[in-house]
């Protein structure tokens, strides 16, 4: 059990480092002209993500950028737009891309009606080549899982499915506005596994209102029951500042405290180690039989917007109101509102409004904050060089959290907790009084 001192003295706010550098420091020094500068110098391989940026009716704790509609016309005029970008970011590129991972991420992509589905993954597969044993998957909401969709999935060759479930205590579920009772799960997984999609995800959030250790190592039991292949046990990130619907989260009391939090996540991890999953990063948890299991073993993972991936591809192609492309020299946000984005991409104009061109010390630290998050040790001839934070580092040397041997840095299992403030002594933007998510 990590120890309260670690916590109080480490547990304070840092980036996620699901890029480097991170996007609070993108700017608006990037736009249309420079991405169409990067597309022309992009070949090989790449990953694709498409942002479905509507859902039916707000979770509380949600974080995500989306917007609410009970109107499919709405989602159907947003995928036509999403083919429009496509076909308008593929006029610059100087080859047909082979596309090694496609997600369609939300937003909720399950709410998408199946003929527009249908035709945006035509579309997509008619503009770029998709990999022969590409991993193609969607996130599921069980709730929201149309009459034919996984059919229409498996025919579409999606092979796995990302399934938010969160917690299933019914309590819990009330106060975030999430009611999804186990047998909705159950069935969404013998529908997925039944259509072909046999590799299932599920996603569950640790320090939401009214959680304990209790509700969840029974949420740990249920999801167990489902028997998926990953599992993303991420902490909840409490920014009313961003999010505002999330202040009614606190009408249920204190939210539970990093120690707390702590002991839940240590809790399901427990759990979890013990029906045999491995450990992957930070808060994942996979099947020693899923490739993500065996990347780990052979120092193949990789981290990137999607999360932690198996994905090596340098380059990945984002989609759809707020999302971030990965190019060789930077990277690309487009505009975050649904409606202005989809203005523009009918103007015929690269939607694109902020990011970041990447120095070569950036290289260098992306380097080493990712062989950090992704197998708590990094290894670099200059990583003295590279070092931002000497003190911290030398604190988290002292309380043996790491151990640097050489050009190697590792991070101890005591230290696994803390490994995004490990990687946060590389981090040459990092602001101590930055908005960023807790560590715990």
């Known amino acids: 059990m990590t120890h309260p001192d670690l916590i109080a003295k ?58 609410v509609t009970n109107n499919l016309n709405v989602v159907s005029s947003y995928v036509e737009v999403l083919m429009a970008e496509m076909r308008m970011v593929a006029e610059p590129l100087p080859e047909r891309l082979e596309v090694s991972t496609l997600h369609l991420g939300g937003g909720t992509p399950s709410y998408c009606p199946v003929s527009d589905l249908e035709q945006l993954i035509a579309v997509m597969r008619d503009i770029f080549m998709v990999r022969y044993g590409a991993e193609v998957s ?17 025919q579409l060759g ?7 479930i969160q917690d299933t205590n019914p309590e819990v579920q009330k106060a975030i506005k999430r009611v999804q009772p186990q047998e909705m799960n159950r069935r969404a997984v013998r529908l ?9 995800n599920v996603d569950l959030l640790y320090g939401l209102p009214l959680q304990t250790p209790e509700t969840i190592r029974r949420t740990i039991d249920d999801v167990l029951e489902l028997k998926p292949d990953r599992i993303a046990l991420f902490g909840y990130a409490h920014v009313p500042w961003m999010k505002k619907h999330q202040v009614v989260l606190e009408n249920y009391g204190m939210l539970p405290c990093a120690a707390q ?85 009918k103007n015929h104009e690269l939607p694109v409004v902020r990011g970041i061109r990447m120095t070569g010390q950036d290289h260098a630290r992306r380097a080493v904050i990712e062989q950090l998050l992704c197998s708590q040790k990094a290894t670099a001839p200059d990583l003295t060089d590279l070092l931002v934070d000497s003190v911290r580092l030398k604190d988290l040397i002292g309380d043996g959290l790491v151990k640097w041997q050489g050009e190697s840095l590792y991070v101890t299992e005591k230290g696994r907790p803390f490994v995004r403030v490990v990687a946060s002594c590389f981090d040459a933007y990092v602001q101590p009084e930055g908005r960023y998510s807790k560590a715990i």
Not at 14 to 42: E, K, M, N
Not at 44 to 58: D, F, P, R
Request: charge should be neutral.
């Open 158 to 164: 999606f092979n796995r499915a990302s399934l938010g």
């Open 138 to 154: 969607m996130e599921i909401d069980p709730r929201q899982l149309a009459e034919g969709m996984p059919e229409a999935l498996g």
């Open 261 to 345: 939090r702590m002991v839940m996540f240590d809790t399901a991890a427990e759990a979890l180690k013990q029906a045999g999953y491995l450990a992957v990063g930070l808060d994942h948890f996979c099947l020693p039989s899923d490739p993500m299991g065996q990347a780990l073993q052979q120092d193949g993972l990789h981290r990137n917007f999607m999360g932690y991936t198996t994905d090596a591809a340098p380059l990945m192609l984002g989609f759809g109101a707020s999302a971030i492309s990965q190019y060789r020299d930077g990277y690309a946000q487009n505009v975050s509102s649904p409606t202005e984005y989809m203005a523009l991409v």
């Open 192 to 200: 997925l596994r039944d259509a072909g999609v046999r590799n299932i």
């Open 10 to 67: 480490y547990g304070g706010p840092v980036p996620r480092y699901t890029s480097y550098p991170t996007a609070p420091h993108f700017h608006g020094g990037i736009g249309p002209r420079t991405v169409r500068d990067w597309l022309q110098a992009s070949r090989g391989e790449a990953s694709v993500y498409i942002h479905m940026a509507y859902c039916k009716q707000l979770c509380l704790y949600c974080g995500c950028n989306m917007k």
